[in-house]
């Protein structure tokens, strides 16, 4: 079952759209946070299908690709997290989907839904990304 958030934006779904996959003009409109400090390399840009980028926590590193990519009303980015603290190949898996539905011409409906997948050897370790889950949804709609 996904975190799942929703919100209203007054603006045309394809502006939202645009905005979301730009991942190189985050700093711009996403305040930084310790937590997810922002992307440290990105594969290429525009962003597209088959993009891939990383993140790098004080967690661990966030491996993602763009894994669906359609403009202007779904995008998914999945981003595996190895673990600094974890065995090598033990992942948190990490799926971050963006819907957007036009209400009217100049507004949108933004759902994000955030599926975490965890290995039994992490699994202790669920309640705390839950909780990030909830503080990074919070940052993302204040902006």
């Given at each position: 079952m996904p975190a799942?958030?929703?919100?209203?934006i007054n603006a045309p779904a394809s502006g939202i759209f645009d905005v979301v996959v730009d991942l190189l003009a985050y700093d711009e409109w996403l305040p930084n946070s310790t937590s997810f400090p922002g992307i440290t390399s990105i594969?290429?840009?525009p962003t597209k299908l088959g993009?891939?980028?990383?993140?790098?926590?004080?967690?661990?590193?966030?491996?993602?690709?763009?894994?669906?990519f359609s403009r202007p009303s779904k995008v998914v980015?999945?981003?595996p997290m190895q673990l600094k603290d974890a065995p090598e190949g033990v992942l948190v898996d990490?799926?971050?989907?963006?819907?957007?539905?036009?209400?009217?011409?100049?507004?949108t409906e933004v759902e994000r839904?955030?599926?975490?997948?965890?290995?039994?050897?992490?699994?202790?370790?669920?309640?705390?990304?839950?909780?990030?889950?909830?503080?990074?949804?919070?940052?993302?709609?204040?902006?």
């Open positions: 799942t958030s929703v919100l209203e594969s290429e840009s993009t891939t980028y990383i993140e790098s926590t004080p967690l661990g590193i966030r491996h993602g690709e763009v894994i669906e980015f999945h981003q990490i799926k971050v989907e963006i819907i957007l539905r036009m209400k009217t011409e100049e507004v839904n955030v599926y975490l997948s965890f290995p039994e050897p992490l699994i202790g370790l669920k309640p705390v990304f839950e909780e990030g889950v909830g503080l990074e949804g919070a940052r993302v709609w204040s902006s």
